[in-house]
């Protein structure tokens, strides 16, 4: 709490309790409680289930329900590592960490969220599960959890570095079990690294090649950092989580929270695209989704004169990025060829370039654009600027906080923005060119 979550407001990150570790009636105590309500209190963790007995194998629940008996209720010779996700295959390994109780799903999923429920400050409340040991949830257990309004999250345990040095190591978004579909946590977690935390307690560290591989020279992968709370049991696996979080604030990113990233991972496979004319789609059923990448893309551009719901565009690595406007249901993608491969061409309205926060509601008057933005950490996004060298900036937040602040652009016409550091509040903005604003209003 004190050593990495206090010390990284700027980065969000969701908490998957084990709800036996926390109810006193299974593992827990009032000092257990305590500390999960005060962790919960920081604005900047999403709150999550990571189960209530911490199933290891799924699969032998799922026999075991078939069969209609709970064979997982009495303790068998050999325990696993109680609240952490290792597995070992010995035939002496019991199929979850707790059996105070039989296996149900209703204990596991809806259980588990009221428990944690009631432990959570106004404003919040759980809506993402985290797959627990194997991390390979049988079809049931995923509709149980759909039918619960959860998302879910884990396993894939991606890596491509020197241990594992191809992308046949890079897992998918996601895997189909039946008609339900699981999405996999975009990188491995530290059990990987420590020989399922048995050496190297160091090894986490080594994430940082997966995040350098998996992004260039194309993008295959967000940065995801998956880590347990039993690294801080050891100085060695702290530090490389630290190191991690340190590398992780170095970089370009758009901090978001992994409930988030689920509905994205859902919204890329029930998203179409609708040809409406010459190289314009339509993108429908896109969910959470707000990016379209074409690849080997340096010569072609966003036409904005016949695109509808689009914000923005950026050129990198070959491929061209289009951001959409979460508040358009279907918007309207138009590619037009330039001439010359220009990174971030003029057009005749501003757009965005890159933001580490979202952007949306983006409205366009003469000389000025207004938008909703909310994110963590620090407001800082890029805008091209066709109003002249200079922009008069003016902003509100929820919390009621506001200023103004004048802002120049450089030689190629990007404009900097800056905000003050937030967390996850909701900030109106206004960008205005030398006494646009003032005939606007």
Do not use: C
């Not at 009636?25 to 963790?45: C, F, I, N």
């Not at 959890?145 to 046949?168: E, K, M, Q, Y």
């Not at 996004?381 to 900036?393: E, F, K, L, R, T």
């Not at 016409?413 to 030398?434: D, F, N, W, Y």
């Amino acid at each position: 709490l004190d050593e990495i979550l206090r010390r990284f407001p700027d980065l969000p990150v969701s908490v998957g309790a084990i709800v036996g570790d926390l109810d006193p009636a299974w593992k827990g105590t009032q000092e257990s409680l305590a500390v999960a309500r005060d962790l919960y209190r920081l604005p900047h963790v999403e709150p999550a289930i990571h189960t209530y007995s911490h199933p290891l194998d799924w699969g032998f629940f799922q026999a075991s329900l078939t069969r209609g008996v709970d064979e997982g209720y009495a303790p068998t010779s050999t325990t696993a590592v109680g609240g952490s996700d290792v597995l070992h295959g010995d035939a002496g390994v019991k199929p979850r960490s707790y059996d105070t109780r039989p296996f149900s799903l209703a204990t596991e999923i809806d259980d588990a969220r009221a428990f944690v429920d009631a432990l959570l400050p106004p404003g919040k409340r759980v809506q993402l599960l985290q797959w627990s040991g194997d991390t390979r949830p049988f079809a049931e257990a995923l509709a149980h959890t759909r039918r619960a309004g959860l998302v879910n999250i884990n396993g894939g345990d991606t890596r491509f570095d020197r241990d594992f040095p191809s992308t046949a190591w890079v897992s998918p978004l996601g895997v189909e079990t039946g008609s339900e579909r699981q999405v996999y946590a975009s990188n491995s977690n530290e059990n990987t690294y420590t020989d399922l935390w048995r050496d190297r307690f160091f090894g986490f560290s080594f994430l940082t090649r997966t995040v350098r591989n998996t992004g260039s020279p194309r993008r295959l992968k967000p940065f995801n950092l998956y880590y347990h709370m039993y690294s801080g049991e050891r100085l060695s696996s702290l530090n490389a989580v630290l190191a991690n979080l340190a590398y992780a604030r170095s970089l370009p990113l758009a901090p978001i929270e992994a409930s988030r990233f689920s509905r994205i991972v859902e919204g890329f496979f029930s998203a179409t695209l609708e040809q409406v004319g010459p190289r314009a789609w339509l993108v429908r059923d896109r969910g959470a989704v707000q990016t379209v990448r074409f690849d080997a893309a340096s010569l072609a551009g966003v036409d904005f004169d016949r695109s509808v719901g689009v914000i923005g565009q950026r050129h990198e690595m070959g491929s061209l990025f289009v951001a959409l406007d979460e508040t358009v249901d279907a918007p309207r993608v138009a590619i037009r060829t330039m001439g010359t491969a220009e990174l971030e061409p003029a057009e005749r309205i501003p757009y965005l370039v890159e933001s580490r926060w979202r952007v949306y509601g983006v409205h366009h008057e003469v000389g000025v654009v207004r938008f909703i933005t909310e994110g963590y950490g620090p407001g800082e996004s890029v805008w091209q600027w066709p109003y002249g060298p200079s922009a008069d900036v003016r902003w509100h937040s929820s919390s009621g906080r506001t200023g103004v602040m004048q802002v120049q652009t450089d030689a190629s016409g990007l404009l900097p923005v800056g905000l003050p550091q937030s967390t996850g509040e909701r900030v109106e903005v206004t960008i205005a060119g030398s006494g646009a604003d003032r005939a606007s209003r």
